[in-house]
């Protein structure tokens, strides 16, 4: 079973692309985030995700959200990552999986891909909306309606 809409986002702590200590509490429960789970910096897909976010970073900021991308790679790479592609939000590096296990995120692919999925949160830090599916296409555009629907 994953994380269901209802129910609240767990509490978690981890390292930013800038090698800061992240806690959820900072922005879970204060105001609305988005938080997606991604497989692997530098892929096809997930690069093409993280652009999608990047290039309507503006509009989830005017609906006062906040966009984290997670994922098993390390803090150098995050960095790497979100200089080259001058991606404007939170990294996180997840990297013994721990966080994907709090929130119950699957293995997709036979089990040998880290599942890409998409929370989004309100300012109470209820999941209002979820969204599982490996096409990195479509996780931006649904966090976005997702967000403009909270108003």
């Keep these: 079973m994953s994380l269901e809409k209802g129910e609240k986002a767990p509490h978690f702590e981890l390292k930013d692309q800038n090698g800061n200590m ?3 509490k ?3 429960g204060k105001k609305p ?3 997606y789970f991604y497989p692997k910096d530098f892929t096809p897909g997930c690069t093409k995700e993280a652009c999608n976010f990047r ?3 503006e509009e989830f900021q ?3 959200a906040e966009v984290i991308g997670i994922s098993n790679d390390s803090e150098k790479s995050h960095a790497k990552f979100a200089k080259k592609y001058k991606l404007p939000f939170i990294l996180l590096s ?3 999986g721990r966080v994907r296990k709090k929130f119950e995120i699957k293995k997709s692919l036979l089990g ?3 599942g890409r999925e998409t929370f989004v949160i309100d300012s109470e830090g209820h ?3 979820k969204f599982n599916s490996l096409d990195a296409s479509k996780h931006m555009k649904k966090a976005l309606k997702a967000i403009k629907h909270l108003d």
């Design 62 to 64: 005017e609906a006062g």
């Design 127 to 129: 999941v209002i909306f």
């Design 55 to 57: 290039d309507s970073y």
């Design 112 to 114: 040998l891909v880290p």
């Design 33 to 35: 985030a988005v938080i």
């Design 94 to 96: 997840d990297a013994n």
């Design 26 to 28: 900072e922005v879970i």
């Design 22 to 24: 992240f806690d959820s």
